[in-house]
């Protein structure tokens, strides 16, 4: 006889630098102190035009050639990585608000994994989720050197290492750009909206909010269920 199939694990990766956090904002506030000690005055634009959605060090190689900067973006992409990882770290704990609580809370009682991608420390992010299980909720590290959010293949490793499958799992990202990424791994998307990335396409979520919530967790659950 054969053995009975268990059903696969529904989830949901929250892109929690870039949501729970407002890391665009940060870490352009970041590349723009690391940059102005190499003469270069980041602006909005520079950043759109040069960095965004690429790797730090493509990225910023392209920007060094286009202002004519005789600079090594190689070690201001380390530079760059280890202080964005800091800021974020900063402000990780008290971005676990209750609405947050609320939208994990509601998928787990309704057995929807959830997977916290983070590139801050986890160590000092862990103490915020405690009460949930970690076989349900789970902190993981996100190594990615994207210049703001994820691509599509951040997204596929982090199901995979998680024990997801891409067209079970909804990706909660914090721009167009990683709204794209996401349809890209196979993944349906919700947005939370911060200012800083608003200019972008968001085409193609499904949900766009500008935070987190248990009525939230209602149109995820809708959508791993199409």
């Not at 196979?186 to 939370?192: L, N, V």
Request: proline share 2%; glycine share 10%.
């Amino acid at each position: 006889m054969a053995e009975e199939k268990k059903p696969l694990t529904r989830g949901v990766v929250i892109e929690f630098d870039f949501t729970a956090i407002d890391g665009g904002q940060i870490l352009f506030e970041t590349a723009q102190k690391i940059l102005a000690a190499k003469g270069v005055d980041l602006t909005i634009k520079l950043e759109a035009l040069h960095l965004s959605g690429g790797n730090y060090q493509g990225g910023l190689a392209e920007l060094f050639r286009a202002l004519d900067k005789k600079c090594d973006a190689a070690a201001t992409a380390r530079d760059l990585h280890d202080a964005f990882g800091k800021a974020l770290t900063a402000k990780a704990v008290a971005a676990v608000t209750p609405g947050l609580k609320a939208f994990i809370t509601a998928l787990v009682e309704r057995d929807v994994k959830v997977v916290i991608a983070t590139r801050s420390d986890l160590e000092t992010l862990r103490p915020a989720f405690e009460g949930f299980d970690p076989e349900k909720v789970v902190l993981y590290a996100e190594p990615s050197m994207t210049y703001g959010n994820g691509k599509w293949d951040a997204w596929r490793r982090a199901c995979s290492q998680n024990g997801l499958v891409d067209v079970l799992t909804v990706g909660v990202t914090g721009s167009g750009k990683g709204v794209k990424s996401a349809l890209v791994a196979g993944m349906s998307a919700i947005a939370i909206l911060h200012d800083h990335v608003a200019y972008q396409d968001f085409g193609g979520a499904d949900v766009v909010v500008d935070s987190f919530s248990a009525k939230l967790a209602d149109e995820a659950f809708r959508m791993l269920h199409m």
